[in-house]
């Protein structure tokens, strides 16, 4: 079969995806059909963090796309997530419709609050579900599209290129804060009621979101492995490790570079359209560099270039997150920080690498003994 | 052109050698922050020839390569590839893409591929980005990635990781990745540095088979190599042409001895 073929040489990712299912499956049954009360009956705030999880794990494999396997170190993801949110956003806002603080049927609440009479050219279409969900993709993608061919072509490369990305998401942080940008400014979009008439505030809706989160993980994983097991892939972990020599048999690099980076970044984009649903705003806030670099930290601490390692990292940093931000709020920076510095002095291979060390330990073990 | 021109037009890739020589290198200068690498520098290349090129450390012969193959762009000069194609006006790509292949000074081989990948990635054929993402190796690729491992003797080492292969080895595998890339010209940077004896022998025999179907440029500190192989030798000194013809004219030219045993 077409998935079996491509997970054929990824014990990691059979094992992820195996898992991911098993998940899927015993969520919906502990938090549906076990009734409340029961020990093992699952409160729907837990699935909803749940599938926050899944979103960031989807957004961390978009990173390690393109710093694992293309070798960019991009610092600006959280824009093409946030871009994403946005999209979303701006669909659910929209469905709001007249229920509203205003009771305003054409316009957002901020839009009546700024006293705006109409609605603005690049608001229309997303009341439409389909509309939103192209741009979802199309935003991110054509920003990633344009930026990489820009900086690419001009052969930034390294520690400047990831400048710039850390630029990107500066400026866009800084875009959207403002109110006449006409994204709801500081505030953001909330207040969603539904997403196609369903409530978000239902169990059923809550389950279903974290569901599609789970799926296009798995999609999303699927999609980046038979990248990187393609011809595609060869050439493009061959540009990461010898550029110039990549050109003097013929490729363009550059072309490549903006490929991986755009899918990339429309891969980010669905991460954060379905992140935005279940948390139930979008701010300006998740334009914020300290975002971008948060999740080149879970891509480094679950282990390069192993998409697996991306998964596991997200998850694991951020549950230990929700943890220790519970106890103490204010040291969370300082853990995140020490947990990186660790990882990059002892295991620079991650997690997955510790995974892997302790498989070939096994083996050889075993080859002792026989 | 002359008359009847369009009769002798070159099939599609090739390029025109009509005139003889398939590149010509006229009046080429390149500055490094004010040192001249390169120093009015013109030499042609003629069809199917095998041409050595010698001269002291920093006589400027890696940068004529790196001119050839649009790494370093010249400060004033011409750069043809036969007659139509204007080597200063491409991109690495696209010059390699026209069949320039280049082999290394230091062996570049894309170290965490195996050595079979290594030469499908060289390979000559469609280089877009799409194509790339759906491209299944044909019979006909695979059986010339074997047939090159067997001509580079690396036929055991078909899975193995190109960075764990000794120097000797991975110079090998660069040459095949030329081969495999079917150039016109090809271009080679000190290939036999770090090969016993008997590889030395082996290069020399294949450098020579190559020639007359193909047009090769050979770099070279290896005298007896040189000698082995070539039958014109031009000998590079501060960024220009100090001697050129047959190695025994070569080394007896007074200048040459001069600027060899002044090192
Ligand atoms: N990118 C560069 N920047 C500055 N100087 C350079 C650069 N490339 C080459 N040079 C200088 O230009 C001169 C010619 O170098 P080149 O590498 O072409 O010599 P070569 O003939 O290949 O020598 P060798 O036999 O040692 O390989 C040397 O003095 C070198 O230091
Ligand atoms: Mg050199």
């Not at chain 1, 007249?98 to 316009?107: H, I, P």
């Not at chain 2, 660069?174 to 081969?179: A, F, R, T």
């Amino acid at each position: 079969m077409f998935i079996t073929r491509i997970l054929q040489n990824d014990r990691g990712g059979q094992i992820m995806l195996a898992v991911l299912a098993l998940v899927l499956v015993l969520v919906p049954v502990l938090n549906l059909l076990v009734p409340e009360g029961n020990f093992l009956h699952m409160p729907t705030y837990l699935v909803t963090l749940l599938g926050k999880y899944l979103t960031y794990a989807l957004l961390a494999v978009a990173v390690d796309l393109v710093w694992g396997y293309l070798g960019i170190l991009s610092l600006g993801h959280g824009a093409f997530f946030a871009l994403g949110g946005y999209a979303m956003g701006m669909y659910l806002m929209r469905q709001i419709g007249d229920r509203g603080v205003y009771g305003n049927a054409n316009l957002p609440d901020f839009m009546v609050f700024l006293n705006w009479k109409e609605l603005p050219w690049f608001w229309q279409g997303f009341d439409m579900f389909w509309f939103a969900m192209l741009m979802v993709l199309l935003v991110p993608g054509l920003l990633a599209f344009v930026f990489g061919w820009l900086a690419f072509r001009s052969r930034v490369t390294g520690v400047y290129l990831s400048i710039i990305t850390q630029a990107l998401t500066y400026a866009l942080l800084l875009a959207f804060f403002r109110n006449e940008m006409g994204f709801g400014g500081n505030n953001g979009l909330t207040d969603f009621k539904d997403i196609l008439g369903f409530s978000l505030q239902s169990d059923n809706t809550r389950m279903t979101l974290f569901v599609l989160s789970g799926l296009a993980l798995a999609g999303g994983y699927l999609l980046c492995r038979y990248i990187i097991n393609s011809k595609l892939g060869r050439i493009v972990v061959a540009i990461r490790d010898a550029e110039s020599r990549t050109r003097f048999v013929g490729y363009r690099v550059e072309h490549y570079k903006v490929w991986v980076f755009t899918v990339s970044a429309m891969l980010a984009g669905v991460a954060g359209a379905l992140y935005v649903p279940q948390v139930g705003i979008i701010n300006p806030g998740e334009f914020s560099p300290l975002n971008s670099i948060e999740i080149v930290i879970w891509v480094a601490i679950g282990g390069r270039a192993t998409l697996y390692g991306a998964v596991l990292g997200a998850i694991l940093v951020n549950y230990a997150k929700t943890v220790f931000t519970g106890l103490m709020p204010e040291s969370w920076i300082f853990m995140l920080g020490a947990l990186f510095v660790l990882v990059t002095l002892y295991l620079p291979q991650g997690l997955a690498g510790l995974v892997q060390q302790f498989q070939a330990k096994g083996w050889l073990q075993r080859r002792a003994a026989a | 052109m002359s008359e009847g021109a369009h009769l002798r037009q070159p099939e599609a890739g090739q390029p025109d050698a009509s005139h003889k020589a398939i590149l010509y290198l006229e009046g080429l200068n390149v500055s490094f922050d004010g040192f001249k690498a390169i120093n009015d520098l013109t030499l042609y290349i003629d069809s199917g020839e095998l041409r050595c090129i010698i001269g002291p450390n920093g006589a400027g012969k890696t940068t004529m390569m790196d001119i050839i193959t649009g790494k370093t762009r010249p400060n004033s000069g011409q750069a043809w590839f036969g007659q139509t194609v204007d080597l200063l006006k491409l991109s690495e790509p696209e010059i390699a893409n026209a069949g320039i292949g280049r082999k290394f000074q230091k062996p570049t081989v894309f170290e965490s591929h195996s050595v079979a990948e290594n030469l499908e990635l060289a390979m000559h054929g469609n280089k877009s980005v799409w194509y790339s993402l759906r491209a299944r190796l044909s019979g006909e690729q695979q059986a010339l990635i074997d047939a090159t491992l067997h001509t580079i003797g690396l036929t055991d080492h078909y899975h193995q990781q190109a960075g764990a292969l000794s120097h000797g080895q991975k110079q090998w595998l660069e040459i095949g990745m030329l081969l495999v890339q079917k150039p016109h010209l090809l271009l080679v940077d000190e290939p036999v540095a770090g090969m016993t004896h008997q590889e030395m022998e082996r290069t020399a025999e294949l450098l020579t088979s190559l020639a007359g179907k193909h047009s090769v440029v050979v770099v070279e500190h290896d005298m007896d190599f040189v000698r082995s192989i070539a039958n014109k030798v031009t000998v590079l000194h501060q960024g220009s042409v100090l001697a050129e013809g047959t190695m025994d004219d070569v080394q007896n030219d007074q200048r040459v001895i001069e600027v060899y045993l002044g090192e």
